[in-house]
C-alpha cells in the first residue's frame, strides 16, 4: 500500500521561499506520477503542479506558474515542491499525491487514493 509522508512546510513572510518534500513508500515510485495539491481554509483542495514518471513533464497551475517548480528524485523515493515568491494567498495545506495516471493528478482529483497527511504553509503579509 502506497504511503506518502510531506514535510518542509512552516511560516514565511511574503516573498520568502519554501521547499516542501513528499517521500513514497510502499510501491514503485518510478511508475507513479506525483502531483501536489492544496486547500485553504474553507475552500475546496485545488492542484497545484503534477510531474510525471520520469520528470520529463511537469504540469502547473496558472495561480503558481513562474513561482513554484516541481521535481523529483528517483533514487530517494522523493518529490519536491519549491515555492518562490509566496503571497499570502498560497496559505494552505499542501498535500502530494501518487498515480500512475498523470492526467488524473492534473483534471480529476476527486478519484486519486493514494494521499500524503498534509503539511501546513502559512504567509504573512
Known amino acids: 500500500q502506497v504511503h506518502l509522508v510531506e514535510s518542509g512546510g512552516g511560516l514565511v513572510q511574503t516573498g520568502g521561499s519554501l521547499r516542501v518534500s513528499c517521500v513514497f513508500s510502499?510501491?514503485?515510485?518510478?511508475?507513479?506520477?506525483v502531483g501536489w495539491f492544496r486547500q485553504a481554509p474553507g475552500k475546496a483542495r485545488e492542484f497545484v503542479a503534477a510531474?510525471?514518471?520520469?520528470?520529463?513533464?511537469?504540469y502547473y497551475a496558472d495561480s503558481v506558474k513562474g513561482r513554484f517548480t516541481i521535481s523529483r528524485d528517483n533514487a530517494k523515493s522523493t518529490a519536491y515542491l519549491q515555492m518562490n515568491s509566496l503571497k499570502p494567498e498560497d496559505t494552505a495545506i499542501y498535500y502530494c499525491?501518487?498515480?500512475?495516471?498523470?492526467?488524473?493528478?492534473?483534471?480529476?482529483?476527486?478519484?486519486?487514493?493514494?494521499w500524503g497527511q498534509g503539511t501546513q504553509v502559512t504567509v504573512s503579509s
Open positions: 510531474i510525471s514518471y520520469s520528470g520529463g513533464s511537469t
Open positions: 510502499g510501491g514503485t515510485f518510478s511508475t507513479n506520477g
Open positions: 499525491a501518487a498515480d500512475p495516471n498523470v492526467p488524473k493528478l492534473r483534471y480529476d482529483l476527486g478519484r486519486i487514493v493514494s
